[in-house]
């Protein structure tokens, strides 16, 4: 199969577009390498070196002997666009191309036009080019499990049958997202299901959970073949920052009570659920929705588990939630699709903390402890970014 | 109350800016004129003519003794949205500025980005500067009935108690909109709910119908006052349209099987409807949504009330629909909420068809044929305007 991966210099696209790669696919990686731009904006970077998609191609070749195609432009320039298109004619295509931060989105005025603008209309231009040049494109575009927020009710995968006065449908499940970010996914997956109607398109939306985890099968055959690991308050999700604060023997912080729970994935599980996907494809004219998430925790339950896993004491420490959110509630959500077409998961257990922590362990001279702590609070308007240097600990 | 008009120079923004104005509320008018562009990109041109907004004005004030403010930007360029709220200090904003067509935003990508960057855009611009500035300002919102599509269950206003597996929510009531311009409203919708959520603000969020009608009370005081009478086929909406066709003796052009229903009300009742919403304002924290119809109506219905209505023999055609939306459909919608705070409907009586055949009669030299005909084709990525000038009729 021909497959484009957009956005595939970041933490999943690189691994996934290396696993399409190995899988026997020719696989294009399409990136303008803006989230290498936002470590720049930040002052932060990294915890893992990373080296640069062009070398980190030419490394993967030596390694594997497979090649993967470069292709260096912004998703919201249709012209951009029509040319990968004519010059990579690919079956399929997996979006991870949007910037997929909530913090980020929340810094400012300026920070959540820029999010919904270029992850809408980089969407938009993506579902015309695909309608124009080959309706039968596969498009597997990363949503994610915040598309749905915290309702009182189960979650279902996309759509809920819903019983009104006497009368039945199914409908999109309701969605209340969270951040500008989140929101910016509910309109691509409006968009797209559009799209799909009227245009007989072909998509899967995966509502990711949050995932944890750095290695994958071929990212470990070099080190130049790292992907990116983020543990800074903008990026840094939260598994890995209890990771990075435990190696460095801060406290966990958890925000507010702690009870946000959350449908979580190990890295390597993504890379299986997008293939996944790939090769069992959407019908012509469907929009599918598969949550792709294997447990769910509670952020308090994370602290805990990192805290057991460490060799060492771990406090752990209730800080003032930044965001704006339910910090207890209810939490079920259906999950069965990607099982369904084979999934076997990866769980969270003390053996992958502990090879997680060994990840920062090894690196624990790179940490800057200031990026940490969350400097973009929801109920302000603009949050300051860290814009001096930080201290470096370890 | 200062009440700010956004978009007050088009076909319903107008005459509620003077409405208010009457009504003894402090009224600003902005707009940026874009409405009037899209007349010179598709040539065509509102039926009634209409005198330019610094015109229109003065003579307001002449007839009515009363000022108006004006304001000539653009919401999507923040710094304007600034100096305008510290400028003009509103109570109330009342928000009709946007693109408001959805054939004009199916023209093709171009046309698609566009509405959907300048819709969400300048109302988040919006919802920035209230929070920033005044979270005590009540945002009304014009939203559209078109943003729930046609669901199999009676369709609420914005929200759905779902009971499901055993338990019950309240959820935001799932939308399937028809177009990229009714997709922007619904975007618009999650995002001023977000807001409202994390900042305390107030919205009411007015999913409107299709208007009818011309007059207003205050509009009828001077020619000049007039305000737009779209019926080409981007702009122009259906008992427009049939009321054109009619006078000119040409067959009342209904689209596909023609069951297609949709809420309906008269002009009169916009205005009616916004000033309830603005006497009643959303508490702190509130996204409430009024659905602004007053009666449903197929469009084979409306296309035999215009025939019954006027005095020759009028015949009706169906031609092919050039949207994709169901021609045949469950419709019941729920609209209480505006009764319940007053509103006393003008129903489309023959009457009212009557008199609006008598405005269409009266400027019949002004109409040309060849802006009716559906040129923007729904399953097509890219329609091609009318770009020569047409034909006149009359």
């Given at each position: 199969m021909r497959i484009l991966v957009l956005g595939g210099d970041g933490y999943l696209g690189w691994p996934t577009a290396l696993h399409l790669s190995r899988r026997g696919h020719d696989v294009g990686v399409v990136d303008n390498f803006v989230r290498r731009q936002y470590d720049f904006e930040m002052g932060v970077d990294s915890l893992v070196p990373i080296t640069q998609l062009q070398h980190r191609v030419r490394r993967w070749e030596e390694v594997s002997g497979l090649s993967i195609d470069t292709f260096v432009g912004d998703l919201t320039d249709p012209e951009f666009v029509d040319r990968l298109f004519e010059r990579f004619e690919p079956d399929a295509i997996v979006h991870f191309a949007e910037q997929r931060s909530a913090p980020y989105s929340m810094i400012d005025r300026q920070h959540a036009v820029y999010t919904q603008v270029n992850n809408v209309v980089g969407t938009m231009n993506l579902l015309y080019a695909i309608a124009e040049r080959n309706p039968a494109i596969h498009l597997v575009k990363l949503g994610t499990m915040g598309e749905y927020g915290t309702p009182n009710i189960d979650i279902e995968e996309g759509f809920i049958e819903i019983t009104h006065k006497g009368r039945t449908d199914v409908m999109p499940y309701p969605k209340q997202p969270g951040s500008f970010y989140h929101l910016s996914k509910v309109h691509d997956s409006h968009n797209i299901q559009f799209a799909c109607r009227i245009w007989g398109l072909r998509a899967t939306d995966l509502n990711q959970g949050i995932v944890y985890g750095h290695e994958t099968d071929e990212t470990t055959m070099h080190p130049d073949l790292a992907t990116r690991f983020d543990y800074d308050g903008?990026?840094?999700?939260?598994?890995?920052?209890?990771?990075?604060?435990?190696?460095?023997?801060?406290?966990?912080?958890?925000?507010?009570?702690?009870?946000?729970?959350?449908?979580?994935?190990?890295?390597?599980?993504?890379?299986?659920?997008?293939?996944?996907?790939?090769?069992?494809?959407?019908?012509?004219?469907?929009?599918?929705?598969?949550?792709?998430?294997?447990?769910?925790?509670?952020?308090?339950?994370?602290?805990?588990?990192?805290?057991?896993?460490y060799p060492d004491t771990v406090k752990i420490d209730h800080v003032d939630d930044p965001r704006v959110e339910k910090e207890e509630h209810y939490y079920r959500a259906a999950h069965t699709k990607l099982l369904d077409l084979g999934l076997v998961p990866h769980l969270l257990e003390t053996s992958t903390i502990r090879s997680l922590l060994a990840v920062v362990d090894r690196y624990r001279h790179r940490i800057d402890m200031e990026a940490i702590s969350p400097t973009v609070k929801w109920r302000s308007t603009a949050s300051a970014l860290r814009t001096t240097a930080g201290l470096t600990a370890g």
């Open positions: 903008v990026f840094g999700t939260v598994l890995n920052r209890f990771c990075v604060q435990a190696v460095v023997e801060h406290p966990l912080s958890v925000y507010g009570k702690g009870g946000q729970t959350r449908g979580m994935l190990d890295i390597r599980d993504t890379l299986a659920c997008v293939e996944l996907a790939l090769l069992n494809p959407a019908g012509e004219g469907e929009f599918r929705v598969f949550n792709q998430f294997t447990e769910s925790f509670s952020v308090q339950q994370m602290a805990e588990m990192v805290a057991a896993a």
